[in-house]
């Protein structure tokens, strides 16, 4: 049993994972100077002790509470419940992990019926103490005793309605004390208790509620987005209250150390005048900018700035309260970013001399990169924007038009694109924010609720609109231009530009900034992985190519045989009565692979192509049996010729021939190659002669590398390598030119990788399909997975994350690390990659680092996320290794 | 280079391996005196290095042969091609296993135009003398010069017409006379080479032809079938010639030291007189008893079959042949026998002291115990025989006749049960005989062809049925009574009686014989691994029981949902549109479930019984969706009401919405019960509800174990205890009983196996769900490869086995090893056993056994097999640790 509380100066040296982010930032501005209101916290053990002591707080944490506010209480010259110098705090949540808006905050503790009137007496202003009571028993009553929140409101509405003023604080003193009176009322008849006058029992029941709410639905799912354990708990801070709405020279604001949108070098931020914290995060107000504070404060921000970049060395955002003229720092932490100001950040810090290189690439996370790599709306389009929002979350989301949090949830897992439209949004509207590709405001400004947690999510989003008019109960909002858009309406929203616009407008392609390719550059030299990209068309291929990729790492080849103007002839191919028209059929396919293989051996001139032999089972050529049948009755009543129908049925009959119960672990990839041949060899021919032609024709071709799909035994591997190298020879012969390639094969069926040894001496090189690896290891077959049981398996914590999308460790990783470790044993010279969708995937990543394989190929898109994650694996390391040395 | 060829004194000490089965005997039976014919081995050695060296005989070996052929020479004082005293000599194969008539044997070699007349002088016996080289001729144009056998037989035939004669012995002397000079021109003809009248050039090339026939396709099949490595090569026999054909006195047969169908002690075997060794294996003339020989040659045999068991330790098969009244004794080789008399003579030799219990054990093939285990004809159904013929292969099977072996494997590959009905088999037919129920041939005596195949197969055979002439050409058989029997009619052979009736004929359930008790009884005091069953009815537990089994291990739920008067119910669950209307369709599955248990714990009582919980995807219950389309059609094609078709469009739909597109790997087993729990709720209710119920009705009870299928997380196995201890304390409370019972899970899936260390924290036992497994794997989806692509791979050598029936130890075994060690030492009182397939077949258990797990589980007819696998496995084991240690 350890200590629990500490008061901010004497918990230097605790880390963030005991005070919390928010006890963290306290703490060290305390040790560094800055003016931060005295306080203390109560460590995060004192949570989970909580939660194990089933839902109790613990007597000691009790115990040290009061006895540090004895501490405080002597410091600062104020008691508790004083009549004379009252101590009013705050109690605020802080967890490790910044859950902004997620968990809870009780101002103004201390006040009572008798220190509200002694507040009135000390500051000459009786309507901001009782707008400070009338706080105190909205939140109390709300958070701590359970009394729901829009009973609070209707009756403000009410008094506001009643004096004719439109803002809380224009409320005046006789409606002040009328309101705290109605809210005690509220509070005894919705929980049959009085508000405790008592304000030592007002911390304790605060203290529990900020425990409690580390376990609220809203903060479980916005955990579970960002992959928190639920472990870790929160702390709590005591803090004495200072005052921001105690008139026109007070306020209170949020600052960043430099813009977090663009990451220029500049202080930014907002300022709310005579308002309270939570007026700024709940974005009912819009503030002004920072510049438009008072001229002197501005100074004191920019120089706490520079100390806090000092001292943090990373960009910082920090809440501040100004106080009858006076700057109180209230909060800092590492700040919120778009993807291009990480970048941005990172970068100009490694050239002002503040951080390493390897800390810059470990600052930028790779997913985020993402918000970088996807299109912007095309500059050519003409645009007639129908509003204009502030630009808070950058990148084009297209969708219809949404209201409701429920409908955007239906529609996203139906796979339609929606817009969540909301005059705000607020904690419990997470879910429909994941499912929304944007969210639009009409209110709230680039601190608002909306608008942080859609940056965090790399999602676009427009906030404080406030040009249009948004009517809930008819769904439809209404531009200041009199455009009416409803319910279903597609809109385009541009986050980096704060437009809105109707319909789908065209969009381009992305540039790399100049600060990306520099830290991508870095992240070459550092990382040991390679990275190759899946690419099956030339476009993709130099695509790829643009983004750094070092070769293809999987080229699928159904692809091409999917194509509108091939599916006949594939068909005809499957259809074939005889061995002669099936040769026929895969006669006609050859010069379109040929031309195929050209194109992106050309794109790739020099670097390694994995070419993937055809995979599919050939049943997916067909239509579906019920579609089938249903077409036969639909003739047999329109009465169609029997000639007709005849026709059809011989269709049928094949496509039930071919037909399988499990066509995933069915008669496909190499199974289909051993029974029948002839279309490896035409694919084999095809690859061969494309890159001896590019080779005659440019003087240089791509490193061709011939790869099988679904082997499960060395056997299989040997018999197609034969077909492989004969076909090849004839190639040879033919064309009187030898060319270099390699035979390897998908590591993809679990037998595969437990016999990875046998394997290997038949291979050059492996590639891990960790798509199908993962569906059999798990034997979760992903298309009925995915609809049928994911969610619900995610939601009761058997899956932490989707298998499909980050690889399962323990599981599909153990095959993976085997195979890697058993194969190069038994062939020294095995190359071994990953050509799966956790190729582009961070975490990942990181485990294919660990796991010794020699490269990822991810798809285009993907290829700076692999190289900066690779970067990171292999700096992670480093520091691991000079750990443990 | 080491020595090829040893004369039969000098070969003493070498191995079945080196001199092939044949040359063992020989060598064996000249070392303890017995009267064999002087020669020479040719080892296998020779035979691989013909291959190595292209399909050439090695020049050594040549030499070495001209070598032994002088020592010969000087010990019988005849010569080659010596016109006095000729050297006559058979070329024979032998290789290290028994492959009878599949590999060839040249006899008389060394006879020419010249030597022939000098046998008829010497002799005085003309036609004995023109009858051998016309055999000569014969079989050496055939096999060495490859003339087409019917090309011979024609001939024969015309001389047999001409002369008015039923057999060859019986043809006159100017008759076989005309007919080598015939057969000579054939060859002439079709070869364009003379037949080789130097002796030694004879030899040279039967040398070459046995080598050659090791790879003859008939061969390839037997091995393939009876899984004998293609590497191990043949032995050739070089022996002096002695002729059974000489006249009355003369005469060849067959012997067994015990009665190779029932085991009896006593001599058996056939006899015919005035005949070469192939009229008998050829099945041509039906022999007489061996009883019927001269009475001092009964005598010599008799003494011959005690030494040679004595040798040998073992019943042996023997030929011998009598020349003007002397005894040779030209081949002896363990007998092939009945699973019946393998396991009488296994446990009479222990008790005459000729072998040990250990021995005993290991003599009988666990496989072939099916034989004994298997349904005969009910003794009190009415039986109206057609025809009798030979018993040659015990049991009874009923199948559509069929005459044509490309028809037989046709039919039995969909699936059609077939009899092969044949004047004669040969080694060509061996396909046909693998597809069929059973063989009825109307030639041919107990050691023909047909008999010894279908015995080494178990599989039933009526041989010698001269009573039927079968008609090929218009493929139909009359019988003695005039019964005709056309193609695909349905007949019934018994092999243990002889007996061909037509129709299907009611059969019961075998007993054990004593002898096969106290097999399985020594076979219980020395195996390790534990034998339980998979049983989902009362009978098959009792069956299981009286077989032996000391549990159940796999009781399935899913087939008692399957009950015709349960499906409506179960349907009834699915299509529920309510949670309501689905606890009502539960609540009345609810007792029918428990009455099954109750019966099945009271057939049980005082063993585990493992109860595998609902694994079926649900719209397994449901009719396929193409049926249902086309139905609704139908009904719009006959004007059913719309309301009708309404009803079976709400059944369309919900099909559809439960279709899967891999139902295999989809949303089954325990992913079922994470999303529905309540269907576990009422199994759980109704096992332990049922026990506790037996227990209260009898004082006793089974043991109840329960598992859970498709497991691959930890985590929903934790939350299926949570669940499944839920509902146990509900009902103990109900009951005022407490139960202990077990909670486990099948490992079926690679990830459990891969994490099977944090299962094992949450599991009782384990019990591997091997089919599933090798599906998941393999990623072969069982019912789509057995049909598309299992045959080829196992025609191309990818396979050397239906993984589905012999597990496949280096991938899926790897992962049972693994799963076991860690399962184990994460869990030390963990149980592990396996429920698949695999759990019946020996090899696999065998593997089992030394992979470390409790117990195998198996269907009630594969109880005594497991039991006595596992008995060889431990066996086998000891040998291996006292040679090791």
Request: overall charge negative; charged content about 30%.
């Amino acid at each position: 049993m350890g200590r629990y509380v500490y008061l901010f100066e004497e918990a230097v040296g605790l880390t963030r994972f005991e005070l919390g982010g928010k006890g963290y930032g306290l703490v060290e501005m305390t040790s560094v100077g800055l003016p931060v209101p005295p306080g203390m916290v109560i460590v995060t053990e004192a949570c989970r002790e909580y939660y194990r002591n089933g839902g109790r707080v613990p007597q000691q944490v009790l115990e040290e509470v009061r006895q540090k506010l004895e501490q405080l209480s002597a410091k600062v010259g104020r008691r508790l419940g004083d009549p004379e110098r009252p101590l009013i705090v705050s109690v605020r949540s802080g967890a490790p992990y910044s859950m902004p808006g997620m968990m809870d905050t009780i101002l103004n503790v201390g006040l009572n019926d008798r220190v509200v009137e002694a507040l009135a007496e000390r500051t000459g202003n009786r309507r901001f103490a009782y707008d400070a009571y009338r706080r105190l028993l909205q939140m109390f009553g709300r958070i701590v005793m359970g009394v729901p929140g829009e009973k609070f409101e209707e009756v403000l509405k009410r008094y506001k309605e009643r004096e004719g003023v439109k803002y809380d604080h224009e409320l005046s003193v006789d409606a002040l004390r009328s309101i705290v009176e109605e809210f005690k009322r509220i509070i005894k008849e919705h929980t049959g208790k009085e508000f405790p006058q008592d304000p030592w029992k007002q911390i304790e029941m605060a203290i529990e509620a900020v425990f409690r709410s580390w376990n609220n639905p809203r903060a479980i799912e916005y955990r579970r987005y960002y992959k928190i354990s639920d472990d870790l708990g929160t702390a709590v801070n005591i803090q004495l209250m200072v005052f921001g709405n105690t008139g026109p020279n007070s306020g209170t604001g949020v600052g960043f150390t430099r813009d977090p949108s663009t990451g220029e070098k500049r202080l930014y931020g907002e300022y709310l005048p005579n308002a309270q914290g939570e007026d700024v995060v709940a974005g009912i107000r819009t503030p002004l900018p920072i510049e438009k504070v008072d001229p002197e404060i501005y100074r004191q921000l920019k120089e706490t700035a520079e100390k806090l970049e000092r001292h943090f060395r990373d960009m910082q955002d920090f809440e501040f309260t100004v106080e009858d003229g006076k700057l109180y720092l209230l909060q800092t932490r590492n700040g919120k970013r778009t993807a291009q100001a990480a970048v941005k950040i990172a970068v100009d810090m490694v050239r002002e001399g503040l951080i390493t290189v390897e800390e810059a690439l470990m600052r930028v996370s790779p997913s985020d990169l993402n918000q970088l790599l996807h299109r912007r709306l095309d500059p050519r389009a003409k645009v007639n924007p129908i509003a204009k929002g502030l630009n808070a979350s950058p990148g084009v989301a297209t969708g219809k038009v949404v209201f409701r949090v429920e409908e955007a949830v239906e529609l996203g897992k139906a796979g339609e694109k929606v817009i969540l439209v909301r005059p705000e949004t607020t904690p419990d509207d997470i879910k429909g924010i994941i499912a929304a590709q944007g969210v639009l405001t009409s209110r709230g400004g680039m601190t608002s609720h909306a608008a942080v947690v859609t940056r965090g999510m790399g999602k676009p989003a427009v906030v404080g609109c406030e040009e249009i008019t948004i009517d809930l109960e008819k769904e439809q909002f209404v531009t200041a231009s009199g455009v009416v858009v409803r319910k279903g309406d597609v809109i385009t929203i541009d986050g980096s530009t704060g437009y809105v616009m109707l319909g789908e407008v065209p969009t381009i392609e992305p540039e790399m900034t100049e600060e990306l390719k520099t830290l991508l550059k870095w992240a070459d030299e550092r990382r040991r992985l390679g990275v190759r990209a899946n690419a099956d068309t030339p476009e993709a291929a130099r695509k790829a190519r643009e983004f750094g990729a070092e070769g293809i790492g999987l080229c699928r080849t159904e692809r091409m045989f999917n194509a509108p103007d091939r599916l006949p002839i594939v068909r005809e191919m499957i259809m074939a009565a005889t061995e002669e028209e099936r040769r026929a059929a895969l006669e006609k396919l050859y010069p379109m692979q040929l031309q195929d293989f050209k194109e992106i051996f050309r794109a790739m001139k020099g670097l390694p192509v994995t070419v993937r032999l055809l995979d599919l089972p050939l049943h997916e050529f067909l239509p579906p049996a019920e579609e089938l049948i249903k077409e036969i009755y639909e003739m047999r009543l329109r009465g169609a010729s029997e000639r007709e129908i005849e026709e059809k049925l011989r269709v049928l009959r094949k496509v039930e021939a071919l037909r399988e119960h499990n066509p995933m672990i069915g008669h496909r990839g190499c199974r289909l190659a051993i029974t029948n041949p002839e279309i490896y060899r035409m694919q084999v021919r095809a690859i061969l002669r494309a890159a001896i032609e590019v080779l005659r024709e440019d003087g240089e071709t791509a490193e061709v590398q011939i790869m099988v799909p679904q082997t499960a035994f060395a056997k299989e591997l040997e018999i197609i390598r034969k077909l492989v190298e004969e076909t090849a020879e004839e190639v040879f012969a033919e064309t009187g030119t030898r060319i270099p390639f390699k035979f390897g094969t998908m590591i993809e069926t679990p037998r595969a990788a437990l016999t990875a040894a046998e394997i290997a001496k038949v291979a050059d090189f492996f590639s891990f399909g960790t798509n199908d690896l993962t569906q059999t290891t798990l034997a979760f077959s992903r298309d009925d997975a995915e609809f049928k049981f994911l969610q619900p398996y995610l939601e009761k914590g058997i899956l932490k994350e989707n298998p499909f999308e980050v690889l399962d460790r323990e599981g599909v990783g153990r095959l993976v690390r085997m195979a890697t470790q058993e194969g190069k044993a038994a062939n020294p010279r095995l190359e071994v990659g990953i050509c799966g969708e956790h190729g582009g995937e961070p975490n990942s990543i990181a485990f294919f680092h660990e796991a010794g394989l020699d490269y990822v190929s991810c798809s285009p898109y993907r290829i700076p996320i692999a190289r900066l994650a690779a970067a990171q694996a292999a700096i992670r390391e480093k520091v691991e290794v000079s750990v443990t040395v």
